[in-house]
């Protein structure tokens, strides 16, 4: 996303909790700081991108003393929408502005810079970093501060889903006697096709767990999604089952690929599994 940043003309000045994290992007252009302070001092617009909600606040709250005057943070960060709604009205009262801009697509979407970005702001703010966010993918303002937290929750909720229904799918044309891959290639470019078909599909078939989007970081998401259901006096009995499928893995695979779906599915069922490759797991 940096890299992005810079081949459009941006100038970035970038920190990471650990500093060698940052130092591999100077090379490319971008200006390492010592310090959040340092780094957020002389900026118009913060981006951050962290692993969860108590995290963004922690290293806002460390921020903040050093913005200037009417700065813009952007937190591209998967959190919960109450997170994020609390991230806007901290900086809305110290004469700052916010958007949530958390994003889909991956590692190969952020390199080639067609992430999906889901943003909740003013009309004004987005207005005043559109051409930013779009140097990093296709942005789109759903709402409010808060809302782009809720299009990542259910983007989340559809990917959860589909990942253990691709798993059954695959599993059970195993079972039944028929060849798995030649199935989702039969189906491949039906009403059935996904990313996930495409892409999971291949890694159930494979075995390939090396992590992309972690167990753990699905977790996090399903459990973001029900509270939000919970807030919203909504039930979404499927995504409670997804997540208790997901569970399962939390202490055996927690840094596997959300792929790994298909183990938790393949637990259920003793002596049944999809092909013969061993498991990779790093």
Not at 8 to 34: D, E, F, M
Not at 211 to 225: E, F, L, W
Request: charged share 15%; proline share 4%; net charge neutral.
């Amino acid at each position: 996303m940096v890299r992005c940043l810079l081949r459009a003309g941006y100038s970035v000045t970038i920190w990471n909790r650990t500093h060698s994290k940052a130092q591999v992007l100077c090379a490319a252009g971008a200006q390492p700081a010592v310090s959040i302070a340092e780094a957020v001092s002389a900026a118009d617009v913060v981006i951050s991108m962290l692993e969860a909600g108590p995290i963004v606040a922690m290293v806002l709250q460390e921020a903040l003393p050093a913005l200037r005057a009417g700065t813009l943070w952007i937190d591209m960060s998967s959190t919960r929408q109450s997170e994020a709604q609390q991230l806007h009205a901290t900086l809305h009262a110290a004469g700052h502005g916010f958007i949530d801009a958390p994003v889909s697509g991956g590692v190969g979407g952020a390199q080639a810079g067609k992430l999906a970005i889901m943003a909740g702001a003013s009309s004004s703010d987005y207005a005043r970093v559109e051409a930013i966010l779009s140097a990093m993918g296709r942005p789109t303002l759903v709402g409010p501060p808060g809302s782009g937290q809720v299009a990542k929750l259910c983007n989340q909720l559809i990917v959860g889903g589909t990942l253990n229904i691709v798993a059954e799918a695959l599993l059970l044309a195993r079972a039944a006697g028929a060849d798995a891959a030649a199935m989702r290639a039969a189906i491949r470019g039906g009403f059935a096709e996904s990313k996930i078909l495409e892409v999971h599909g291949q890694r159930m078939l494979e075995r390939n767990f090396v992590a992309g989007g972690q167990v753990k970081s699905q977790i996090k998401d399903m459990h973001n999604i029900l509270a939000a259901a919970e807030a919203a006096h909504v039930t979404l009995p499927v995504t409670q089952l997804v997540t208790q499928r997901y569970e399962t893995l939390a202490t055996t695979h927690p840094t596997a690929d959300h792929a790994a779906a298909l183990l938790a599915l393949e637990a259920l069922n003793p002596g049944q599994r999809l092909g013969i490759a061993p498991d990779k797991l790093s």
